[in-house]
């Protein structure tokens, strides 16, 4: 077993939405081990030798502004639609390094609890009461804040309901499985879920379609690592281990399903917009995140009752208290009363849009970070990438001074309202869309830039080798182990593996309507400070005292994505390596093939997938050799025929009619899971077909897919 898998792993990328999912990346590293890692190339070149330009942007980056300009995003409320200032605020700085700036605003659907009480009622009648918001603690500023923002599920159903409840592991269709082939009634009782492992929203919309009348999601320390008070860490503020009163509010939204605003799916919100009826986007029954100190409590009324966690038999079933068995229950005459009622109307949403014309104005590149936060914090989730935002956006300027002008135009972009679902994003995608799918290079995302230290990169195959040579230029701060570069951070966190594209941040509706994109930030492993993902502590204090002590990472992060952008913005040959993406593509269809392998059509042919890939990859050696040539010969007409291929070729991965069941969701290579919501599934249509039984659609899929990688390929032609 390689030893990272030992020493630490983390979630390889923010596709999981700044969660921790250890099983995951666990199980990719081990399934397709060698199929899309990247070998470890010699060691990077030390100290790493820059030209000009990029010395100029790599200096720009101070940890002083970056400190502060994430101290005033972290210090007022900013989810979704509550702070115009914030967005002006935005567009001042990023005006005044020398963008041209505008706000884009969007009227969306928002929610917000009315009244939301959680009640846990023992047999004998002794009570215990959930509390929705963090303990207020005097080492950390704005957890004493009065307009704090109460722990809750965006999109949640309301109702006031009192019942009989059930451990449900993860909250996966396989665990809701176990209880019903044990014989457990789950109509009208209330699921109590563990976090983690797949999107939040799924483990709701799992418990409703089982007939259930609420659900419950609390924090297990199982997703902390070695880092638990269990294990003799002091709990924050005192020190890493996550502290009990700490709770991940989210969005419950189907996500697997929709993005964006859902009175507005498939279209642009505008104010005299159509709207439709929310209710086949989100859940109908009400949920409410709790602590996991109140989770304690639940989980302990259950014991010797139902299915054990033994019984089970189920990964992420059994957690990391030492003192509770996990017992399924229910208990007889063990209730919770939940009382939760949401109130929805439309508001505004500011979408800051910063723009850097270029000479090529038909080929556009976008970097984008959302800016709304669940907390008054926020200073991982998103601000930490907020305020690498406005770093690059002053080493850009430094070269506007010179006089520099970009060859392709640069987009920044400073979503709104990414928490509810993407919203800010997806709209704007929405009301742009010509304009992007003739002229988009790529979308690069950074989201959470910095939530520890262990670097994290998921993206299309195209992009990746760049991405990753760009990171042998970056000095990698003292203290984390030693490593010189950023490169060699990475390589000791993933091995090299990089991930498919899911959903879960702000790239989802590029990547779906087929433009190429990555998605960069850090995080923390099983042996660093525990990050309160959407908790109250996710905080300026928390940051500078144990995420980022000096903002050194949050400087490294800025200092990659600041090249990368450059050099995909103004070389003369954009960037990519198509032989590697047609690796990728290699290496996903063995994944399918493995799904297949287990499924119950083993016998699915998906040799006209195979073909397909085969003719792209011809495409790609021979565009990639023709490139070589138009860049040695620095041959300007011969370029822009290439450049124009590489703009276009991921366009043909999206399928018209969108995917069955998700018309928005159009890439046919990677999409979020059905049953994950984050984590990608690779040639998704063919495998929701395979997984909801439908042989006859998996094979129609299958000749869909092919399709669309030989468009792809057609369009690489030369
Ligand atoms: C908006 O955010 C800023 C900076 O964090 C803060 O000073 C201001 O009070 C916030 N506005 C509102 C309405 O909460
Ligand atoms: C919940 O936490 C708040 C903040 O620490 C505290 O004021 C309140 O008393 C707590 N409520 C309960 C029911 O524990
Ligand atoms: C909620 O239900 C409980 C138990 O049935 C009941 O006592 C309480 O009055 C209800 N509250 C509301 C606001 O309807
Ligand atoms: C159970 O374990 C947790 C975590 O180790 C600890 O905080 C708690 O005090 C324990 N509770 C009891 C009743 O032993
Ligand atoms: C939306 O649809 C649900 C379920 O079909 C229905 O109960 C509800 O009344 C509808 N709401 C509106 C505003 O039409
Ligand atoms: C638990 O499940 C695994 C497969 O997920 C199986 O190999 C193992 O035998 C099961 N163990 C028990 C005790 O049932
Ligand atoms: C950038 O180009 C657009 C489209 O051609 C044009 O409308 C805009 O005025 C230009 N902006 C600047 C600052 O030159
Ligand atoms: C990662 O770094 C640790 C500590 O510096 C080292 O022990 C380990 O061998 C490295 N792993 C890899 C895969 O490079
Ligand atoms: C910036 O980094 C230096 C060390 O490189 C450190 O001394 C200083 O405290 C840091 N500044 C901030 C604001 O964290
Ligand atoms: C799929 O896997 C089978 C073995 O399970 C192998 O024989 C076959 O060649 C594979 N097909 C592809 C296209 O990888
Ligand atoms: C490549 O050709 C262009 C257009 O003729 C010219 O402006 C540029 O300086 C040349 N670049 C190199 C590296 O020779
Ligand atoms: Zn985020």
Known sequence: MPRILSSFILLGSLAYACQRDWDALHRRMHQHKNHNAHAKRAAAEYPPRLTEVESILINSFDNKSLSDWSYYYTHGNHLG??????????????????????????????????????????????????NLTEDVLTEDDTSSYPNRIPAFHAMSGSGNVTAEYVYVGRGTQADFKVLKDAGIDLKGKIALA???????????????????????????????????????????????????????????????????????????????????????????????PISM???????????????????????????????????????????????????????????????INGTSPDEVVIVGNHRDAWVIGGAADPNSGSAVLIELAYAFGKLLEKGWKPRRTIVLGSWDAEEFGLQGSTEWVESHLPWLTSSAVAYLNIDVAVSGPRTAFSGSGEIQTFVVEQMKKILFPEGWGDLPTLYDMWYNTTEGEISPLGSGSDYASFYQNGIGCIDIGSDGGKTDPVYHYHGNYDSYAWMSKFGDPGFRIHTAMGQWLSLILYHIADDPLIPWDLPNAAMVLDSYLSE???????????????????SAIEEFTKQAENIAKVAEQARSFNDTMLLSVVNT?????????????GLPGRETFKNVISAPGIDNGYGADVFPAVTDSINKGDGEGAKAWVEKTSKAVLKAAEILEV
């Not at 005044?96 to 928002?110: C, M, S």
């Not at 019984?311 to 996990?326: D, H, K, L, Q």
């Not at 291929?645 to 009619?657: K, L, Q």
């Open 293 to 355: 100190k109140d989770g304690w409590q639940l989980l302990k009324a259950l014991e010797s009752n139902g299915v054990t966690a033994k019984e089970a038999n189920r990964s992420g079933w059994e957690g990391a208290f030492g003192n509770i068995t996990y017992d399924s229950g229910p208990t007889a005459g063990a209730v919770v009363n939940m009382n939760h009622f949401m109130k929805g109307w439309i508001a505004p949403v500011w979408d800051v849009i910063g723009i």
């Open 645 to 657: 291929r590489y703009r276009d070729f991921s366009r043909g991965y999206a399928s018209a009619g």
């Open 194 to 288: 563990n976090y983690g492992a797949i999107y939040r929203g799924t483990k709701v919309k799992n418990a409703q379609d089982n007939g259930m009348a609420g659900c419950i999601i609390y924090t297990d320390p199982l997703d902390d690592g070695e880092v638990t008070e269990e294990n003799g860490y002091a709990a924050y503020p005192h020190g890493p281990a996550r502290n009990p009163s700490s709770i991940q509010r989210g969005s419950v939204r189907f996500s697997s399903l929709y993005s964006g605003d859902p009175t507005t799916v498939g279209w642009a919100s505008a104010p005299d917009s159509t709207r439709g009826n929310v209710s086949q986007y989100n859940p109908s029954i009400p949920s409410i």
């Open 81 to 130: 639609s509550y702070n115009k200032t914030m967005a002006e605020w935005t567009a001042a700085k990023w005006r005044d390094a020398g963008f041209d700036v505008h706000l884009a605003e969007y009227p969306i659907w928002v929610t917000y609890p009315e009244q939301s009480s959680l009640r846990l009622i023992r047999p004998d009648g002794t009570t215990h009461d959930a």
């Open 592 to 610: 399918l093939n493995e799904t297949i392998s287990e499924s119950d059509f083993p016998e699915l042919d998906i040799s006209p997938l195979a």
